[in-house]
C-alpha cells in the first residue's frame, strides 16, 4: 500500500522568499514520485518526477525536489517565489511500472504576497 | 487534439439522474485514467484502462459507477442515481502507456459535477 503525506495545506510565502512544500511518503516498492501543480479551474500539470536517476530533480519553473530515501521524503522547493506561483501543489507516488496510478496527497494551496 | 478533452467542463443534474461524463485523450496514448477530486476526499484514483487488458476498477466508490473505453480511445464514466455526495470535479489523464520505464500522465481540465 501506499500514501502520501503534504504537511500544511496552506502556505503563505512572500514575493522572493523560499517556497518549501513539504511531502512524505510510504510505499512497500520503490517509488516513482512527483509534484503536481493546479492552477484555479485547470486540471494537473506535472512539475518535475523522480524515477529513481539522480536523486535532485529539476522540473519546469525553476522548482526543484529531493528524493531521500531514509527520510522517506521528496520536499519541493523553489528559491524565490512569484507572484505566478500561486497554486495548489500535489505530491503523489506511484508503485514505479509505467501506467501505474497515482496516489496524492492531500495538496497545499500556495498563496505569495507582494 | 493537442491535449486530454473532457466533455461537458460542468454539469449540474438533480439527485437520483444518471450523468455520463466523456474524455478524449491524447491520440495514440493507450492508458487513460479517471480521478475525482472532491473536498473532503483530496485526488481518488477512480479507474485506470491499458490497451486492450481488463481495466483496473479498484478505485471505483459503489456499484453506481461504471466506466467503458470504446476502441482503446474515447471513455466515458457514468454515475447512475447520482446522490449529493458525488459532486466533485472528475479528472481524466492519458499516458503513452505500458513498457519498460515511466510514462507521464497528462490530465484534462475536468468535469465538474453538482448534484443538487
Known amino acids: 500500500a501506499q500514501s502520501v503525506t503534504q504537511l500544511g495545506s496552506h502556505v503563505s510565502v512572500s514575493e522572493g522568499a523560499l517556497v518549501l512544500l513539504r511531502c512524505n511518503y510510504s510505499?512497500?516498492?520503490?517509488?516513482?514520485l512527483f509534484w503536481y501543480v493546479q492552477y484555479p479551474n485547470q486540471g494537473l500539470q506535472l512539475l518535475l518526477k523522480?524515477?529513481?536517476?539522480?536523486?535532485l530533480v529539476k522540473g519546469i519553473n525553476g522548482f526543484e525536489a529531493e528524493f531521500k530515501k531514509s527520510e522517506t521524503s521528496f520536499h519541493l522547493t523553489k528559491p524565490s517565489a512569484h507572484m505566478s506561483d500561486a497554486a495548489e501543489y500535489f505530491c503523489a507516488v506511484s508503485r514505479g511500472a509505467a501506467g501505474n496510478k497515482l496516489t496524492f496527497g492531500g495538496g497545499t494551496r500556495v498563496l505569495v504576497k507582494p | 487534439g493537442a491535449g486530454v478533452s473532457q466533455s461537458p467542463s460542468n454539469k449540474v443534474t438533480e439527485k437520483g439522474k444518471d450523468v455520463e461524463l466523456r474524455c478524449d485523450p491524447i491520440?495514440?496514448?493507450?492508458?487513460l485514467y479517471w480521478y475525482r477530486q472532491s473536498l473532503g476526499q483530496g485526488l481518488e484514483f477512480l479507474i485506470y484502462?491499458?490497451?486492450?487488458?481488463?481495466?483496473?476498477k479498484s478505485g471505483l466508490p459503489s456499484d453506481r459507477f461504471s466506466a467503458e473505453r470504446t476502441g482503446g480511445s474515447v471513455s466515458t464514466l457514468t454515475i447512475q442515481r447520482t446522490q449529493q455526495e458525488d459532486s466533485a470535479v472528475y479528472l481524466c489523464a492519458s499516458s503513452p502507456g505500458s513498457g519498460t520505464g515511466y510514462t507521464e500522465a497528462f490530465f484534462g481540465q475536468g468535469t465538474r459535477l453538482t448534484v443538487v
Open positions: 510505499s512497500s516498492v520503490p517509488p516513482y
Open positions: 491520440s495514440g496514448h493507450t492508458a
Open positions: 484502462f491499458q490497451g486492450n487488458s481488463a481495466p483496473d
Open positions: 523522480y524515477t529513481s536517476a539522480a536523486t
